[in-house]
């Protein structure tokens, strides 16, 4: 509408200012989860998970709006526009705040990430505006049925008890039907499609029961008598739709558990080669530091193939459970899959020139990188020591010391050291710099890890043995 | 051309008979519409207006029948209605309210737009414009509604007891609004003061228990005042003929 009087007397424009600071402030100060490092689902997620603001404010507006229309006595006025042009004339500006304040969130998010390649993720952004619009139209009931007094804030605080009460009920499923990408994402995850279409479907099932309402009402703007054969074939069309995207809602989301999210795929993977046999993958958020995680990895490898740890043929920041990686011949196009890690002996040794025999190393580690420059070289190198440790420690291979102790709590005493020891060593033979250690890890620890550096690459290698056998000890 | 009711029957939800087979046609011009309370004025009014639907029968303005769907939007484009209570609209100005009047009607954003300053000029309010339409004294937001029928150039203008409340200064006023009004559009007024009938309107209906029991021209409403009614009170007196003993 060109009229300033939907805009000046709007309520959206009294609602505007506040709105948009609280979301900024919550945006800029919301860290739950964590930052969404890049990737934009989980930034597209953040942003949209401001609606449980935007949306109680969206739909008190509405009601504002309503309340505007039947205090005016539209309905009585034998208008010649339609209900729904009448509406969506009062409307239109309090559903393009609740757009502008998405935007602003979604630009907050953006300003809080240090790089993002690609785009916001539509599918969420799409489920978020069928949300608005449902909000839009609930309140906009509320107008017609109720006084402002009573809309007003009933809309403001069911609205936003609405948004945040659900979360904290049984079954966990019952919150994503509140609000689209609820607890999406770590980088290794993708949005759940029912994360998506159960909150949009439930926002059509609230907009489909306050169109009926809304139908029914004698206080709603409309072109026909109220109580016509139209008005009662909207109602009856209104709740069927509601009925049965009430149903499909609830199906689309009871599978889900606390977060919505699914396996991200690994085809996003981005890939180098960091010598002959190994690959190295990384999110495509993450491409930027490819070659310097790249360089990271040959300096690993280079490191740990002297004392028997095979160089693996992926080094990946997909999580182990959901990454195959099958290398083709001579190494160079390998492709990742999606599967388990293998955890056998050395693949191909050429990086190590024959040296010791390899201990049950596995074939695929895990590293992780951040978009962020805070997060440095030496915090890849120490993630990458700190997964490979941990695969190691899990390797099914491996057999406890013959020497383990017999009590129980002596015996995971001894295993812990053993695996801080195993940590902190392959965090230098990774890369790290021995004075980096020495002021990360424990000075007692260090004694310990320093001498067995000061060994030949043998000796390193029988120590590592032992200690591994020694880690062993701890209860599994 | 005006407005025709055709064995028009009407009764609210879980109501009584507010009309019962009603057979008429107002005349073209000024026409005043009298009538006790609960006559069925409002109802009337409202049914012409299409702002009610009859329960049978049917309303009709020249070739145009409201019941038909195609021909509802042209209905209510010339039949301007300015019911009981005019509200303003919290937040408007005069110029805005008449403008979104326009556009409910029908009209074109901007020349809805354009045309609010001629209406409100035409009820005197135009230095009003951009005033708020809440400040209003009551006289004033009459004419502001009066202003809201005659920006989508009504053909007919319906008023339901319009000068309701107001005070004699604000009626004078609105006597002069009406005779301006009729130079273009034909008005129906329904009230219950009758000291000004002759100088302002051409015909008199009076309706009474859902009948209409009278309507002629003024003279001839007149004409039916007894002889020997009190000088200035013969509107009175031919009204009180026409219900007979006890109606009022």
New interface residues.
Partial sequence: ?????HL???AAFAAAGPLLVVVLLYVFAEEVGGGPDGYWVAGTAKAVSALMFIAPVVAACAAWEAG?LR????A??????GGFR?AM?SLSPVLALGLLALLVSLVGVRVGMAAAPGWPEPTILAAAVVTLCGWLAVGYALGVWLPPAASVPLALVGGYLWQVYPPALEPLWLRHLTQPARGCCTSADAVAAGGLSGPALAAVALAGTAVAAAALSRRAPR???PG?ARSVLVTAVALLVASATGVAAVRAVSGLGPDAVAARSADELVCADAGAATRVCVWPEHERRLDETVEVVRTAVAGLAPVGIAPPALVTELPHQAAQYEPAAGGEDGAVTGGAVTDGAATDDSASGGTPPSTGSPDQWTITVRAATSFTTDDIRAGLAADLAGALLDGGSRTPAADCPADPADAADQGFQAANHLFAWLAVRAGTEPQEARDRFDPQLWTAVGAALDGDDAAQAAWFRATLDRAGCAPR | MSVEFESCTHRYRRGPLVLDRLSFAFPAGRTVLLGPNGAGKSTVL?LA?????PSAGSVRFGALDPAV?SQ??SY??D?G?L?Q?V???????CR??V???G????MA??EA?TGAVPALDRVGLAKKADQQASSLSGGQLRRVGVAQTLVHAARLVLMDEPTAGLDPAQRTAFRRTVERLSEVADVIVSTHQTEDLWEVYDHVVVLAGGTVRFLGTVDAFRALAPPGAAAGREAEAAYAAVLGDGEE
Avoid: C, D, H
């Fill in positions: 509408m060109v009229f300033r009087l000046r007397a709007n505007r205090r005016a006595g539209v009585g006025g034998a208008p010649v526009r009448i004339a072109r026909g008598a016509g | 409202a207006a299409s702002a009610l639907r769907r509802l939007r209510r484009r039949v209605w019911p209570q509200t303003a609209v919290p937040g408007m100005t805005e309210q403008a979104y009047a556009w409910l009607k029908g954003r901007g737009w």
